[in-house]
């Protein structure tokens, strides 16, 4: 596993996460079970090698939709934690696209398009066909308010919207370039790409995300981008972060 060093324009220190603390942070899983489980085995062999006082484990979001199982994605990381880990799991877009459809159909078509009816059978639901028929809709609505065990509304609920470690700020898709980070929106939180991705600003922190697919993980002097798109590559990526070191796992 090679490890590097992340300069900061003309700074002469490298951006740092607390002392004795060894944080890993893992891109969108979207429903990869299988690969989230072999993820955790690699995460835990490399801490047990490294033996930091303090391991958080953070996940950027996007835990449901498009691939083959999201119920047990939640399923296992409300019941398999990392042992002896701080957990840190923040909310993506499909988390909130998901939340929002139980409570209001007309997102129904755009959540179903771009991911959601994985989602839906993997709760046991039929998707709608069309997306659109306002019949088909309600009835998947009422399905999955049904079947949605409360311990995942629960999970869902409480997911955080963004996390800062040291010079670190984690977030789901990025932020408002000219926004002070204690100011950002939500929407740009869980959506933003562009403007942000395109941005060469120091935004005070080094920004960690996920929500833009690319095919290796996205280094920049300003963020790192961690979505490789598992549910089509196969590959989840985690970030790891001690010290001023940083390093990749993948499966």
């Known amino acids: ?20 603390s060894r944080i ?31 391991n958080v484990v953070i ?3 996007d835990y449901v939709d498009r691939g083959p199982d999201s119920r047990a994605v939640l399923d296992f990381l ?29 997102i129904g078509p755009d959540w179903l398009f771009y991911g959601g009816t994985a989602t839906l059978l993997s709760y046991g639901v039929e998707p709608p066909l069309p997306f659109d028929n306002p019949y088909e809709l309600s009835r998947a609505q009422r399905e999955l308010r049904e079947r949605v065990p409360e311990r995942h509304m629960r999970f869902l609920r409480k997911l955080a919207l963004t996390h800062i470690e040291g010079d670190y700020f984690f977030v789901h898709a990025g932020i408002r370039p000219d926004r002070p980070l204690e100011n950002q929106e939500t929407s740009d939180l869980l959506w933003i790409r562009d403007t942000f991705l395109r941005s ?10 996920g929500h833009t697919i690319t095919e290796r993980p996205d280094v920049q002097r300003n963020r790192i981008g961690i979505d490789t798109g598992a549910f089509a590559s196969g590959h989840l990526t985690c970030l790891v972060l001690e010290g001023a070191q940083w390093s990749f796992l993948q499966t």
């Open 78 to 106: 409300i019941d398999h934690p990392l042992p002896g880990f701080e957990q840190i799991t923040l909310k993506g877009n499909h988390e909130d696209a998901m939340l929002d459809f139980l409570d209001d159909l007309a």
């Open 1 to 20: 596993m090679l490890t590097h060093l992340l300069g900061r324009g003309a700074r002469a220190e490298a951006p740092e996460v607390p002392a004795g």
């Open 59 to 61: 996940y950027l979001g």
């Open 200 to 209: 060469r600003k120091d935004f005070g922190k080094i920004i960690v995300h």
């Open 24 to 54: 890993y942070a893992i891109g969108d899983i979207h429903g990869c079970d299988h690969l989230l489980t072999r993820l955790h085995r690699l995460i835990h062999e490399d801490a047990w090698q490294r033996q930091a006082p303090r």
